[in-house]
């Protein structure tokens, strides 16, 4: 069985794992092999221990993961929005499942467990970025009913990389629910 829970300090290898592994996978052919070859699942537990450190800080920042038995096979992570003139309030930064695990739903759960703590936080519309070359991870964003509205230039590995972004104006719907925060006759 597969469970959805708040990340713990305790959780940060696995999530480094997950991390290092689906990076080498999803993105071999749009970032440089050189760059990824170099990630470290060493490196990535002391950035996860950090991380999830921090977290502990900002309740508007969450790592979400999906659990087998002990083993971490998914992760996401979701806070306040990182740029001042995106059209979002929440952003989700990651989310990554390992390859042998996509298909299952799992994807859609974090999806919603992400929504549900913006709403929890006052944050009603969310977003992201994706690499504009990751057809997977934008196929499924689409699917989730997420709105293409912008691009931009970023720079991942010391090398410059096209992203495109998008984003659910009501964060509900990624919840499976109603807007809550809007009142009766406003529409």
């Known amino acids: 069985m597969i ?7 305790s959780d940060a290898a696995g999530i480094a794992r997950v991390h290092c592994l689906t990076w080498k996978e ?6 440089d092999d050189t760059y990824l070859e170099s990630l470290s699942q060493k490196r990535l537990t002391t ?4 991380t999830l450190e921090h977290r502990s800080q900002d309740l508007d920042e ?7 038995g002990k083993a971490v096979i998914g992760f996401l992570t979701i806070g306040a929005s990182r740029e001042a003139f995106a059209p979002w309030e929440s952003e989700i930064g990651m989310i990554y499942i390992l390859k042998e695990h996509r298909g299952a739903g799992i994807g859609r759960v974090l999806m919603k467990a992400a ?3 913006s709403i929890r936080r006052g944050m009603f519309s969310c977003g992201l970025w994706v690499l504009r070359d990751n057809g997977g991870g934008r196929d499924f964003y689409e699917v989730l009913k997420g709105e293409p509205t912008g691009r931009k230039t970023d720079s991942v590995g010391g090398h410059l ?4 972004a998008y984003w659910w104006s009501e964060v509900a719907t ?3 629910r109603h807007p809550t925060h809007i009142l009766p006759g406003s529409r």
Do not use: M, S, T
């Not at 469970?3 to 300090?9: D, G, K, N, S, V």
């Not at 999803?26 to 970032?31: D, E, P, S």
């Not at 950035?47 to 950090?50: G, L, N, P, T």
């Open 3 to 9: 469970h959805i829970r708040p990340a713990e300090l």
């Open 26 to 31: 999803a993105y071999r052919g749009i970032l």
């Open 47 to 50: 950035r996860w221990r950090a």
């Open 62 to 68: 969450q790592v979400f993961i999906a659990v087998q």
């Open 115 to 117: 929504a549900d703590h």
């Open 161 to 164: 990389v096209q992203l495109v």
């Open 174 to 176: 990624l919840a499976d």
